[in-house]
Nanobody, 119 residues
Framework: QVQLVESGGGSVQPGESLGLSCVVIGNFASFSTLGWYRQAPGKERELVASITGGHMARYADSVKGRFTISRDDTKKAIYLQMNSLKIEDTAVYYC?????????????WGQGTQVTVSS
């Protein structure tokens, strides 16, 4: 059984930075894609950033140049460094593990951590 546990959320002012961490409890394949999603009130959950086992990252257009995703498989951890935060970045952030080994496709989610950006 795989569990994901996020930490690092909080409240900041616009322009400030915040870092999120997520630890994976249990074993997972190194080729699994890890990612961060977010869900703002009244909106659907959306991809923020993801990183493959080969450390190829992709970002939502809204966070490109401001957010950086990274992973450390030795620590079973995924990170999201968020700089120049905007009010519209306010959301619950979820880490995600996407394991695909056809025909198996497994998705795991953390419990979420609140990020609030306000003046």
């Amino acid at each position: 059984q795989v569990q994901l546990v996020e930490s690092g959320g909080g409240s900041v002012q616009p322009g400030e930075s915040l870092g999120l961490s997520c630890v994976v409890i249990g074993n997972f394949a190194s080729f699994s894609t890890l990612g961060w999603y977010r869900q703002a009130p009244g909106k659907e959950r959306e991809l923020v950033a993801s990183i493959t086992g080969g450390h190829m990252a992709r970002y939502a257009d809204s966070v490109k140049g401001r957010f950086t995703i990274s992973r450390d498989d030795t620590k079973k951890a995924i990170y999201l460094q968020m700089n120049s935060l905007k009010i519209e970045d306010t959301a619950v952030y979820y880490c995600n593990l996407d394991h695909r080994s056809p025909p198996v496709h497994e998705l795991y989610w953390g419990q979420g951590t609140q990020v609030t950006v306000s003046s």
